[in-house]
């Protein structure tokens, strides 16, 4: 195998002494890991390192492969622009990875660069590792806007290409954990945050990459973390292979979670196929939640898959509660794969003849016509779990008081401009959140003049 190990690193440029002055000193058990996975780098002599970072540019639908032939950066964003680092890339192992992208149906390439500078994500991890061995070329890979499996099946690629080019290579997976950590932090404290940087250290000390899937999209974002999809790359490049894991620090003292760990890969082993055991995982929770649908979520399923599949409209089928036929309201139809959004599409008021009409509309929609999203294949299908909200008809309010966050949801208009926000929403806890969000989706800038509307919602999930 020419993937020789990997490791992760977290990026404070404080970390730097240049940088900190002397506030490195604050994190010393990190600063010993750091040179500790720099000296263990340099008796491993890699030819090609290979870095992810979450803080060079990112799209919702595309990882991006850093182009040329080298480039620079330095910490003057950090007052520190004395401090310069140079790489040469690797420019065989990116057309390499973006032939088998090509080949595997994986959005990546080196198309939209926006800054060729070296972020902080990797001028952190690089100055301490050319402190001890710099004899290396290098790639820069950004995270994207996809799913978390689409990270691990980019790490399976950049170890196939390692492998395909006879290459000793280094994967780096740029991340901090957690930046929500103290009271006192620059972030501030949320219960999630050592919630989630305590599960992230169990993985690293294990080498559990399974549970890595099964972390909740909504744990990470309160926790306010940004490298978990760069480990869900290094993960990948593991697929179906041994591998010996140690977690070498972690601390937090500033607000932000730091954990090094490194990963050595051992025999092949076809039982660690994480991405197999995780879909055998999502399809059993997604048929357990077919087998407890109601007449709303089921009617929602049947609609978005007869369109999939014959590409016609599914007529109403017999057997509908009288509820569903006889009234009209608004609808909002929101699909999840893996517990993760995989498409939202709702009415404020009704547009068709009942409910049931409403459902079959919005439920198509969410999967063919959520703009956010591509189009729900059929091999989705199987994995696709639905939640349908019946509204009430909007009532105007004379002002915030009159909402409560987990009872009603809002509509906020300005002029022509509307827009709408769900009540009891995960993440969503106050009332000015939730109309600074709906003033978001709208368009409506803070000074502009708003009026408010409240609804009810009756949720099937």
Not at 295 to 308: G, M, Q
Request: charged share 25%; proline share 6%.
């Amino acid at each position: 195998m020419a993937l020789i190990g990997a490791y992760t690193l977290p990026h404070p440029p404080l970390a730097v002494p240049g940088v900190g002055r002397g506030q490195e000193k604050g994190i010393n058990s990190t600063m010993a890991a750091f040179d500790e996975v720099a000296l263990e780098i340099a008796g491993l002599a890699p030819e090609t390192i290979v870095y992810v970072t979450p803080h060079n540019v990112l799209y919702a639908d595309y990882f991006h492969i850093s182009p040329g032939n080298s480039a620079r950066g330095d910490f003057a964003r950090f007052s520190a622009p004395e401090i310069k680092l140079e790489t040469r890339y690797d420019t065989e192992f990116v057309d390499e990875i973006s032939r088998l992208a090509k080949q595997n149906g994986i959005s990546a390439g080196t198309l939209g660069e926006k800054d060729k500078g070296l972020d902080h994500g990797v001028t952190v991890p690089m100055w301490f590792i050319n402190n001890r061995y710099s004899d290396y070329k290098s790639l820069r890979i950004s995270q994207s806007g996809m799913d978390p499996s689409e990270h691990y099946s980019l790490g399976r690629l950049i170890a196939e290409a390692a492998n395909a080019l006879g290459r000793k290579t280094i994967l780096i997976a740029s991340s901090d954990l957690s930046h929500k950590l103290k009271s006192d932090g620059p972030y501030g404290l949320a219960p999630e945050g050592p919630q989630f940087d305590k599960t992230i250290a169990k993985v690293l000390a294990e080498g559990d990459f399974l549970s890595l899937f099964e972390i909740p999209d909504d744990l990470r974002e309160r926790a306010a973390e940004c490298g978990y999809n760069s480990l869900m790359v290094l993960a990948g490049c593991f697929d179906r292979r041994d591998v010996s894991a140690r977690l070498l620090s972690y601390e937090g003292p500033f607000g932000v979670g730091y954990a090094i760990a490194s990963f050595m890969p051992g025999e092949p082993n076809e039982r660690r196929d994480v991405m197999a055991q995780f879909k055998e995982l999502a399809l059993a929770e997604a048929r357990e939640r077919k087998e407890a649908e109601d007449d709303y979520r089921s009617l929602a399923r049947l609609s978005l898959e007869h369109k999939v599949r014959s590409g016609g409209d599914l007529p109403l089928p017999g057997g509908i509660p009288d509820e569903l036929l006889k009234k009209k309201a608004g609808v909002f139809v929101s699909l999840h794969k893996n517990g993760r959004l995989r498409g939202c599409v709702g009415t404020i008021a009704p547009t068709t003849a009942s409910i049931a009409n409403e459902i079959v509309q919005n439920a198509v929609s969410a999967g063919l016509n959520d703009n956010r999203f591509e189009r729900v294949s059929e091999a989705e299908l199987p994995f696709l779990t639905y939640k349908v909200d019946v509204l009430s008809a909007p009532e105007p309010i004379s002002g915030p008081e009159q909402l409560d966050v987990k009872r009603y949801g809002v509509i906020v208009s300005s002029g022509y401009k509307r827009g709408l926000l769900l009540p009891n929403l995960d993440g969503i806890d106050t009332v000015e959140e939730q109309i600074s969000i709906a003033r978001r989706k709208a368009g409506i800038s803070e000074r502009e003049k708003i009026t408010l509307e409240r609804f009810e919602v009756v949720r099937h999930e």
